[in-house]
C-alpha cells in the first residue's frame, strides 16, 4: 500500500476517486496515515464518506496477490504462518500450489453490534473438527474469525463505539503486537492487516465508547467534515444521485435549482432548531433533489409532458425526503413541517439573491406596479406559465441569466416562478397562496 500511495502521490493523484471536498482537509491527513503504515480511526458525523473512504482504500493493494492454495488467512507462499500452510510448503516446497487473490478479496468489514463476539473477530474452536476425530491440542481445530481472515488485507469496523468493552481488548493484540490469541492455544499468527475504523462522535456518549488502549493503538485518528461548500455539495448530489429522467420523459435541473437543494442542506448544518449532534448527512441533499426531480415527473406525467424541469412548487416534495434525516429539537406538534418550510424558504431566497442582478429584479417589480398578475403552481402548463415571460417584457432578461440557453417552455416556466418567489421572499411582492402549491403572485 505504502509502494502504491509513493506511486500516486508522485503522479499528482488522489488515492482514489469519488471523494469530493477533502482534496485540502482529509486526504493530507490520509495519504501522511498511509505511508507511515498507520492504522485508521475516521471520526465525523453521518453521511460524510467515512464508509466509501474505507473501501476506496483497497486500491492502494496490488491488483493480484499470490497466496498458498487453501489457506483460509491469505498465507503467503514465502512466509506461512498458519498450520495448514506450513505443512503444505514444508511438504511440498516450491511444488507447493499457489492461488491468486483479487484485491477486492482482501477487504474484509464488520459492523460493530454489541452482540459481536470474539469468535466473530478473532476466531473460536470449530467443534466439527473436533467431532472428525482432531484433538482439542490441534491448530487445525480453529475456525479463523474475520480479522485473520483479512491477513495481507484491510479490514474495517464500522461504528467501532458500539463494540462492547470486552470486544475492544481483543483487538488491541491486533493493533499493537500484530497476532492473534485463540482460546487457550499456544499459537501466535504474526497478521499483516491494515485496521480502519470509523466512529460518530455523538456515540461516545449515546451508544458506547471506544476504550482508551484502543484508541492509543490507532495511529492516526482523522476528523471528517461535510462540504464547506456549496458548489462542493452540489458536485457530489450530480455524481450520487439517480438519473432523473425516465423512459421517454426528460427531467433537466437548471443549476440554480441544485444550488437550492445543496443550500437547503448548509443552512439546516446552521440552523438553530436542527440538532446538529446528529448531523445532516450529505444524502438529505441526493435525497431531496431525487424526491424534487420525481414530483416534477408526476407533474409533468400529468399534465401531459415529456420535457420536464423542477420549479419551485416541487421544493415542497422536501418534507417527506426530509423528514427523517432532520431532528428537529422543538417540543409543538406540527414545529417540524414549519421549520422545513423556513428552511426551503430560506434556501430560495439565498440563491435568489446569489443569481437575479438587482437591477434587472427591479424592473419587474415595476411592471407587477403597472398591474400584472401571475399565477403559478402544480396545475399550471408549462406553456401557460413560460407566457408570462411574454405578456412581462421586463421577466425576459432575468430568465436569461438563468436558463443556460435552455429555451423551452418548461424551463422558461421553471425560472419565472423561481424568479417570482425570490420577489416575494425579497418583501418586493404579495403571494396569495393556493391549494396546488402555487400562488398568485401580485404589487404589494
Not at 77 to 94: F, I, T
Not at 228 to 243: F, K, S
Amino acid at each position: 500500500m505504502r509502494l502504491n500511495a509513493v506511486a500516486r502521490i508522485s503522479a499528482g493523484s488522489p488515492l482514489f476517486e469519488g471523494v469530493l471536498g477533502y482534496e485540502e482537509t482529509v486526504m493530507p491527513q490520509l495519504e501522511n496515515a498511509v505511508l507511515a503504515g498507520h492504522d485508521v480511526i475516521f471520526l465525523g458525523e453521518r453521511g460524510q464518506a467515512k464508509t466509501r473512504m474505507i473501501r476506496s482504500l483497497t486500491g492502494l493493494l496490488d491488483e493480484w496477490m499470490p497466496i498458498v492454495a487453501g489457506s483460509e488467512i491469505n498465507d503467503d507462499p514465502y512466509s506461512p504462518v498458519s498450520k495448514l500452510a506450513r505443512d503444505l510448503v514444508a511438504e511440498l516446497g516450491d511444488d507447493a500450489p499457489v492461488a491468486w487473490v483479487h484485491r477486492d478479496d482482501r477487504f474484509g468489514e464488520k459492523l460493530a453490534t454489541p452482540d459481536t463476539s470474539i469468535a466473530d473477530l478473532i476466531g473460536e474452536v470449530d467443534p466439527i473438527k473436533v467431532a472428525e476425530g482432531r484433538y482439542l491440542s490441534d491448530e487445525l481445530t480453529l475456525h479463523y474469525g474475520l480479522v485473520p481472515r483479512t491477513n495481507r488485507g484491510i479490514f474495517a469496523i464500522n461504528e467501532l463505539p458500539d463494540l462492547s468493552e470486552r470486544i475492544q481488548v481483543g483487538l488491541l493484540n491486533v493493533l499493537e503486537e500484530r497476532d492473534v490469541q485463540i482460546r487457550g492455544y499456544k499459537i501466535r499468527l504474526p497478521l499483516d492487516v491494515l485496521l480502519v475504523a470509523s466512529a460518530n462522535p455523538e456515540d461516545y456518549t449515546n451508544r458506547g465508547r471506544i476504550i482508551t488502549p484502543l484508541k492509543d493503538r490507532f495511529g492516526s485518528q482523522i476528523r471528517t467534515h461535510y462540504p464547506l461548500e456549496v458548489d462542493t455539495e452540489v458536485a457530489i448530489v450530480r455524481q450520487e444521485a439517480r438519473p432523473p429522467s425516465v423512459g421517454d420523459v426528460t427531467v433537466a435541473v437548471p443549476a440554480y435549482i441544485e444550488r437550492v437543494v445543496a443550500t437547503f442542506s448548509h443552512l439546516a448544518r446552521s440552523n438553530g432548531q436542527v440538532n446538529q449532534r446528529s448531523g445532516v448527512s450529505v444524502r438529505l441533499s441526493v435525497s431531496n433533489f431525487e424526491v424534487m426531480a420525481a414530483n416534477a415527473m408526476r407533474r409533468g406525467l400529468r399534465l401531459g409532458e415529456k420535457y420536464v424541469v423542477p420549479r419551485v412548487c416541487d421544493l415542497d416534495a422536501f418534507a417527506a425526503s426530509s423528514g427523517g434525516k432532520i431532528e428537529i429539537e422543538a417540543f409543538e406538534d406540527g414545529r417540524e413541517g414549519q421549520v422545513l418550510r423556513d428552511l426551503v424558504r430560506s434556501a430560495v431566497l439565498t440563491v435568489y439573491r446569489e443569481t437575479v442582478r438587482p437591477e434587472l429584479a427591479k424592473d419587474v417589480v415595476t411592471a407587477f406596479e403597472e398591474g400584472a398578475v401571475v399565477s403559478t403552481g402544480d396545475d399550471v402548463p408549462s406553456a401557460v406559465q413560460a407566457a408570462f415571460a411574454e405578456q412581462i417584457p421586463a421577466l425576459r432578461p432575468v430568465i436569461a441569466d438563468l436558463i443556460d440557453g435552455d429555451t423551452s417552455a418548461a424551463a422558461t416556466a421553471a425560472a419565472v416562478e423561481f424568479v417570482l418567489e425570490g420577489l416575494h421572499l425579497s418583501k418586493r411582492l404579495n403571494k396569495d397562496a393556493s391549494a396546488a402549491s402555487g400562488g398568485t403572485y401580485r404589487a404589494r
